[in-house]
């Protein structure tokens, strides 16, 4: 390989055409199509073969990380068929995989570590091939290294600064592979006071300024019942390597990617954060499931369950009141408009919630259906996961495990019109692929890779 097709990133320069590592204009130079113009034509036609293939094909991504920004990250870029090599402790693997239960049995009646896959690490870890490798000697920093020479993407997730005595730190890598896209996921990113800190989740809420504002009116502050902030971290970094391998077809080269839970928890806050930065004022607080400059817009008490709904404006009020059979309410003259609605919040909870208790949540969703105003039922998460349009939506998919059996996992979310993201393989056994990545990408021989095994250093 010549110095220069390393630095050809595949599916981002066309098969055979040369690039230039530093000239932005690399592709006209040399004689490349520009990626910008038009596509690949077979006698004038859409070449059929690209039209089927993932938006990320031909991608390849090292993925060091573990817990769930970072593998949810790399789930992503999985799903939209980036081949992900996940490396893991040769004994641990993933964090995850012992934070059962639940865990989805091994059926194959051989005795292991964990007594199944934990529904934790299965949840972010499809699309994924595992690598069971410790890099704590010189030949795991070796054969990673290889790897990162045959990889476009590389994500860690470890404290800053701590990679670098392995020799696997940005300015060591970018040296080896300058196209390469490196993304650190942190607690607090590379730099400011607490970048030393180990970040997670719940800990970021608290001082991000997230939990301050969850939980109910007069209740303490409560960290929302999902990752939140993990969760967006994970997705403003996989926009992040998206991003930089675009970049990367005019310039050839590769970047850092710093990517921190804190400041993804600051965007996080939104129109929150924007209230404060234009009033200069303390928020208001804890709202529970209402608003703070809306209402009515929350949930409420039925007589069996609960229900939410929204008069966001005058007119879907009217529709409210309408549907509660108190059409009174629209002139009284405490309601007639949101401020004095807002104003009066207490009374007029009060009374809306004394009629839903009248009725089912059933009943009330067979009231409001058609009448244009958002409602919905609070469902739990049986109820989600069996809910008629998350099915209809596809968003739950039964997949076949090769030990456990078949198993139900979340669906990607985004639909396109061409080629559909799908759960291509379920999330991998401990070291399932290390036989295969050294194989195949390094040309191990079988002698090579159990002489590793047998030293420990891979799994």
């Known amino acids: 390989m010549n110095s ?23 592709a006209r130079k040399f004689g490349a199509r520009n990626p910008r113009r038009g596509l690949a034509t077979v006698n004038g036609a859409v070449d059929k073969k690209l039209l089927e293939k993932l938006p990320l094909a031909g991608i390849r991504v090292l993925d060091m990380t573990r817990v769930l920004a970072g593998p949810y990250c790399t789930q992503i870029l999985g799903d939209l068929g980036a081949e992900i090599i996940k490396i893991e402790h040769p004994t641990r693997g993933d964090d995850t995989r012992s934070w059962g239960p639940p865990d989805a049995p091994y059926l194959d009646g051989v005795e292991r570590t964990f007594p199944g896959e934990s529904a934790y690490y299965l949840s972010v870890n499809r699309n994924k091939k595992s690598l069971g490798l410790s890099f704590n000697n010189p030949t795991g920093i070796s054969i990673l290294h290889e790897l990162v020479k045959k990889c476009d993407v590389l994500v860690e997730n470890y404290l800053p600064g701590s990679l670098a005595k392995y020799k696997l730190d940005y300015e060591t890598i970018s040296k080896i592979n300058p196209a390469l896209v490196y993304a650190s ?21 608290a001082e991000m300024g997230l939990m301050h504002i969850t939980g109910e009116r007069d209740g303490p502050p409560v960290k929302v019942g999902v990752a939140v902030t993990d969760l967006t971290t994970g997705m403003y970094t996989a926009i992040g390597v998206l991003a930089a ?16 839970l ?11 954060a924007s209230s404060g930065l234009i ?8 709202w529970g499931t209402a608003h703070a ?3 009515p817009y929350r949930a409420y008490k039925t007589g069996d369950t609960n229900i939410a709904v929204g008069g966001c404006n005058d007119k879907l009020y009217g529709i409210l009141c309408d549907k509660l059979g108190k059409p009174e309410w629209k002139t009284d003259p405490r309601f007639v408009t949101n401020a004095l609605r807002v104003k009066n919040r207490d009374t007029l909870d009060r009374i809306i919630e004394d009629e839903l208790k009248t009725k089912s ?30 099915l209809a939506r596809n968003m739950i998919e039964k997949v076949d495990h090769p030990i456990c059996g078949p198993i139900k996992l979340v669906n990607h979310p985004v639909k396109y019109s061409r080629v559909e993201p799908k759960i291509r393989s379920p999330p991998p056994m401990l070291g399932e692929h290390t036989h295969e990545v050294l194989r ?8 090579q890779i159990q002489d590793l095994k047998d030293k420990k250093t891979v799994a």
């Open 293 to 295: 400059s809306v209402v």
């Open 440 to 447: 195949e990408l390094l040309d191990f021989d079988d002698a």
């Open 279 to 286: 009033s200069g004022k303390k928020d208001s607080g804890r």
């Open 361 to 390: 949540t059933k009943e009330w969703l067979e009231i409001f259906e058609g009448s244009g105003m958002p409602y919905a039922a609070v469902n739990d998460i049986q109820g989600t996961l069996n809910h008629e349009h998350v």
């Open 262 to 272: 804190s400041d993804c928890q600051v965007a996080g806050l939104a129109n929150i």
């Open 245 to 260: 391998l675009y970049s990367r077809r005019d310039t050839g080269l590769g970047q850092w990617i710093d990517a921190s």
């Open 185 to 205: 996921v942190t607690g607090y990113g590379q730099t400011g006071p607490y970048s030393d800190r180990a970040g997670y989740d719940v800990m970021v809420e």
């Open 4 to 26: 220069y097709s390393r630095l050809c990133p595949r599916a981002i320069w066309p098969r055979g055409a040369s690039c230039h590592p530093v000239v932005g204009f690399a």
